[in-house]
């Protein structure tokens, strides 16, 4: 038993909930074989080409992102990041920003024809921060949605691995939806049976799977204390490591294009965490607004129009 749906056709509902009037873009979904067979997928909004591509954060997929590009009226790129959505897994489960990086730079360069605004949020947007650093000339400006290097992982990030360390399967997606709903995700009921549609698939056997690799990554570690023991002092080496080389690659993008910080003042960055992002890139700009991490999810009209203010296209 496989899924046959039309993966666009929660757009209407989207554009009327949102109070966005006119025609809905032309979208389409992309696919990219990598060079080491991988595949890269993506979605492509409105009938030019793209001039803002975005990347979502750990456990999301590109969909994430629909009703904020709605609102941006400006044709668009969303990729799920590998290891999510219609992207392959990687067997390393290596999902951090700078091994990331190669893979979205491909699927820039394959699918837009012009330097970017390039918006990542939390994973997304430390893996935009290493594709600015690494290739300046696909972006113009960067924005990265709640996240810093470095920042601490037993604050409100750490209830996303516990929602995804249950079961790997579930006998129907109305019991990934009230999983959802009792962790406060997904906002209204009708919202997370959305999200949990298009974040997994029916096996051939009949159950449900979220799409991403992350759940089977975390319900693993969870299963198996040792592996966890060993998957956290891997974890505290690859961090230790990752926040002085995200600062690193947040400061080189600021070098060459303008970056800006959108954070959600309930979201998972603290105000010292925002101090320090001022502190090592006093040039770049600071947006605080009333959401928690997913700032697409909850304000995506008024973020959809401060991407299209960026994109110079208001």
Known sequence: MTDVFDEFSFLPAQAAEA??????????R??????????LSALRYGGAA??????HGAGLNAH?????????????????????????????????????????????????????????????????????????????????????????????????REFFAGPTDWADRDELVDRALSFGLGGSRAAAERGVFLNSRVREDGRVEWKHHFAHIANRLAADPDAAAQAAAQQDAVSAVLADGGW?????????????????????????????????????????????????????VELGRRLREAAGTA
């Open 19 to 28: 109070g966005i009037a006119g025609d809905l873009p032309a979208a389409e």
């Open 30 to 39: 992309l696919d990219l074989t990598l060079a080491d067979g991988r595949t």
């Open 50 to 55: 793209p001039e803002i591509t975005l990347l």
């Open 64 to 160: 994430t992102w629909d009703t904020t590009i709605l609102a941006a009226g400006v044709p668009a790129l969303a990729i799920d990041l590998p290891g999510h959505g219609d992207s392959s897994w990687r067997e390393d489960a290596a999902y951090v920003g700078r091994v990331l990086a190669p893979d979205v730079i491909a699927g820039i360069q394959a699918w837009t024809d012009r330097p970017q605004l390039l918006v990542g949020q939390s994973l997304g947007g430390l893996t935009a921060a290493a594709v600015t650093a690494s290739r300046p000339d696909l972006v113009r400006a960067l924005v990265v949605i709640d996240i810093t290097p470095g920042i601490d992982p037993n604050g409100g990030a750490s209830q996303i």
């Open 248 to 300: 690193d690659d947040l400061a080189a993008a600021a070098a060459g294009v303008p970056v800006t910080l959108i954070r959600g003042d309930q979201g998972y960055l603290t105000d010292d965490d925002q101090a320090e992002f001022s502190r090592r890139l006093p040039a770049a700009s600071v947006v605080v607004v009333p959401a928690g991490h997913n700032v697409q999810e909850q304000l995506p």
